[in-house]
Nanobody, 116 residues
């Protein structure tokens, strides 16, 4: 069974920072496009950022310039560094590992709350 192990959520003040991490097996990490999605109460799940196995990144407009996604190959882990957090960033964040026509795996989710 594939596991995506997430950590790093929590409470931050507006303007603050948090870092999320997602660790996966070596086989998945080597081939998958990995990313972060989020879902706020009453809203649909939306893309936050993705990074391909070649290191190509993509960001939602709402987080561009504030969030950075990156890979740590020795640790089979991706990170999402979130800066200048806003209340509207509050959501459950989910790690995703996908390979077209092969698999699409999700983590269990980690809560991020931005509030003063």
């Amino acid at each position: 069974q594939v596991q995506l192990v997430e950590s790093g959520g929590g409470l931050a003040q507006p303007g603050g920072s948090l870092r999320l991490s997602c660790r996966v097996s070596r086989d998945i990490f080597r081939l998958a496009t990995m990313g972060w999605y989020r879902q706020a109460p009453g809203k649909q799940r939306e893309l936050v950022a993705t990074i391909s196995n070649a290191g190509i990144t993509d960001y939602a407009d709402s987080v561009q310039g504030r969030f950075t996604i990156y890979r740590d190959s020795p640790e089979n882990t991706i990170y999402l560094r979130m800066s200048n957090l806003k209340p509207e960033d509050t959501a459950q964040y989910y790690c995703n590992a996908a390979r077209y026509n092969y698999y699409n795996y999700w983590g269990q989710g980690t809560q991020v709350t931005v509030s003063s």
